[in-house]
């Protein structure tokens, strides 16, 4: 149902653009996220974007990853910017809560 892309290596201080497609009406039924899991960690929810367009981000990367969505294009956006080594994961997409299955997330790898 979902399937993310964007990933990749990048220097500290560098940016990407993650992208995620979903298959049916899913962003015009329910709230969306982007979440990630840490090598060792727990999967986390790092930012949301309610159905009526309102959006907010974990206070650890407040200013520099930001969500958008493409409703007519059935995409999720996540700018990521001045990106430090703990951003280092496996990003994914899914509902806020979580009502639907994983897709294969998409590696960001932020290394010098």
């Known amino acids: 149902q979902f399937v993310e892309s964007g990933g990749g290596l990048v220097q500290p201080g560098g940016s990407l653009r993650l992208s995620c497609a979903a298959s049916g009406s899913i962003f015009s039924i329910y709230d969306v996220g982007w979440y990630r899991q840490a090598p060792g960690k727990q999967r986390e929810l790092v930012a949301g974007?309610?159905?009526?367009?309102?959006?907010r981000v974990i206070d650890s990367v407040k200013g520099r990853l930001a969500i958008s969505m493409d409703k007519a294009k059935k995409t999720l956006y996540l700018e990521m910017s001045n990106l430090i080594v703990e951003d280092t994961a496996v990003y994914y997409c899914?509902?806020?809560?979580?009502?639907?299955?994983w897709g294969k997330g998409t590696l960001v790898t932020v290394s010098s």
């Open positions: 899914n509902t806020v809560p979580t009502y639907l299955g």
């Open positions: 974007i309610t159905l009526g367009g309102g959006t």
